[in-house]
C-alpha cells in the first residue's frame, strides 16, 4: 500500500514561497502536484516521471513553480516563487506505478491527504 504525505504549506505574502514536500511509502513512479481552491475544480499544477527527467507544467506554474523529486529520500518537491493570492489552495500529491508524465488526476492511484497554502496580499 502505498501512503503520500505532504507538507510545507503555510500562510505567506504575495511574491513570497514556500517549498511543498511529498514523502512517498512504497513503491512509485510518476508523480504529481495538484491543488483545489474552495469551490472550484481540482487542476492540475505539475508532474514529473521516474527519474526526474521529464517535467510538465500548467501555465500558470511555468517560471514560477519548479517540481523534483529526491528518489533516495521517496520525496517530491514543489518550489513555489512569487506567490499569488490566487495561487491560494489546497495542494495535493499524486503517484502511480506507471511510466512517463501526466497531467490527468483521473490517471493516478495514489494521493496524499492535501497541505493548505494561502497567499495573503
Known amino acids: 500500500q502505498v501512503q503520500l504525505v505532504e507538507s510545507g504549506g503555510g500562510l505567506v505574502q504575495a511574491g513570497g514561497s514556500l517549498r511543498l514536500s511529498c514523502v512517498a511509502s512504497g513503491s512509485i513512479s510518476r508523480m504529481g502536484w495538484f491543488r483545489q481552491a474552495p469551490g472550484k475544480e481540482r487542476d492540475f499544477v505539475a508532474a514529473?516521471?521516474?527519474?526526474?527527467?521529464?517535467?510538465f507544467y500548467a501555465d500558470f506554474a511555468t517560471g514560477r513553480f519548479v517540481i523534483s523529486r529526491d528518489n533516495a529520500k521517496k520525496t517530491m518537491y514543489l518550489q513555489m516563487n512569487s506567490l499569488k493570492v490566487e495561487d491560494t489552495a489546497v495542494y495535493y500529491c499524486a503517484a502511480d506505478r506507471s511510466l512517463g508524465v501526466i497531467r490527468s488526476g483521473d490517471e493516478y492511484d495514489y494521493w496524499g491527504q492535501g497541505t493548505q497554502v494561502t497567499v495573503s496580499s
Open positions: 514529473i516521471n521516474w527519474n526526474g527527467a521529464g517535467t
